[in-house]
């Protein structure tokens, strides 16, 4: 296949171009900066890949057979109003580009596919719900984002086959939240925090890419598809599991004031946290490789 992505250079970006990389497919990096991507995909490494800046993308677009779409400025800073205003439009900016461009695609050289990330953040937040994919949009700032972004990928063309992937806290080594929750937890040893009761629906970076290679892939991926594990857990029992597969007790609570220091407000997703299960996934037969955050995180830490 020959696959343009948006945001390949970001944190699930990479896991997923090494992957689509090692199967000999085409690969089309769309970026903001060229110099940056080529550092992080060296030629020799990725023989054969294309790293375009605009005006660019169109040319990258035009040909492929699927676009992921996945850019989008980072939610763990400080809000202040401006970056509020930020987080939501470089979505939108960037996916109603993308849809643009596979939009005024001649037709034979369209793509026949456009998987788009979104966020588990669409449902807002709850202690005691359950939200699968028919679950309705919640109410607090995220919720809008999530509604925005996921409105502006269904703006593609009738023909192109969408998938949208409400993706819940990723878990790897090499970043997001959990790789700025580490030192946090060699500080406190590892306690729960805040009350603990919140939940938190994670899934590990490889099942994730996992999922966007399968949506990529497989015709029945279609809609919305939670990217979430079949295990979500509360975050007493994530903080318990991290301790644990880090050799260190729990016995200090980590105070909501050093999250929020490493997380900015974006230590919101972990701190007030939804129970979103994957049953869209498992009704496509999809197979997570890590289902229990116990495996997930022992394999991430060791
Ligand atoms: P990253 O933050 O690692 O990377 C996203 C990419 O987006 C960057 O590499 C960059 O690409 C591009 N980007 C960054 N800022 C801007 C901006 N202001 N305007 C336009 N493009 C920008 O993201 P992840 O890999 O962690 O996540 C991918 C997507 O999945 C994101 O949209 C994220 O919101 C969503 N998601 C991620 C979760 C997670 O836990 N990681 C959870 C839920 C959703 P370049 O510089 O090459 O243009």
Redesign the pocket.
Known sequence: LTVSI????????RRLVRRLNADNHNIRVL???KS??KLIFPAREFPGIVIAEEPGWKDCIQGSDGVVN??????STRWSSEIKK?IKQ??I??TSKVVRLINNAPDAARPTVLVS????GYYGTSETAIFDERSPSGNDYLAEVCREWEATALGVNKNVRVALIR????LGKE???LAKMIPLFMMYAGGPMGSGKQWFSWIHLDDIVDLIYEALINPSYKGVINGTAPNPVKLSELCERLGAAMGRPSWLPVPDFALKAVLGDGASVVLEGQRVVPARAKELGFSFKYPSVKDALKAILS
């Open positions: 948006t945001g390949a250079t970001g944190f699930i970006g970026t903001r900066s940056k991507a996945l850019a989008g400025m980072p939610i930020e470089s979505r900016r960037v990330s979104t966020a588990v993706i819940g806290v990723v970043g997001g939240a």
